[in-house]
């Protein structure tokens, strides 16, 4: 059974960092592509990062610079690097995985909020 974990998110004044983590498993060698979104309240969710199964990132306009999406294939783990963050950047932050039959699957979120 597959399984995504989320963790890293919390609280954080505006201009700090945070980095994520999505520890897959049940899914070896059958990821394809990778990605993180996010749904602030009231809002649909958004993507904020991706790599394709040929590894080209994609970043949302509104993260870009400040944001780094990274796989570690040994562990099967992605990763968020997010610098600079802003108030608008609270949202909860979920873990997306394509495998190569194009099935999704989904990690549960894990929130961060950015405030003085």
């Known amino acids: 059974q597959v399984q995504l974990v989320e963790s890293g998110g919390g609280l954080v004044q505006p201009g700090g960092s945070l980095r994520l983590s999505c520890a897959a498993s049940g899914i070896m060698f059958n990821i394809n592509a990778v990605g993180w979104y996010r749904q602030a309240p009231g809002k649909e969710r958004e993507l904020v990062a991706s790599i394709s199964g040929g590894g080209t990132t994609t970043y949302a306009d509104s993260v870009k610079g400040r944001f780094a999406i990274s796989r570690a294939y040994a562990t099967n783990t992605v990763y968020l690097q997010m610098n600079s963050l802003k108030p608008e950047d609270t949202a909860i932050y979920y873990c997306?995985?394509?495998?190569?039959?194009?099935?999704?699957?989904w990690g549960k979120g894990t929130l961060v909020s950015v405030s003085s």
């Open positions: 997306n995985i394509v495998d190569y039959n194009l099935k999704n699957y």
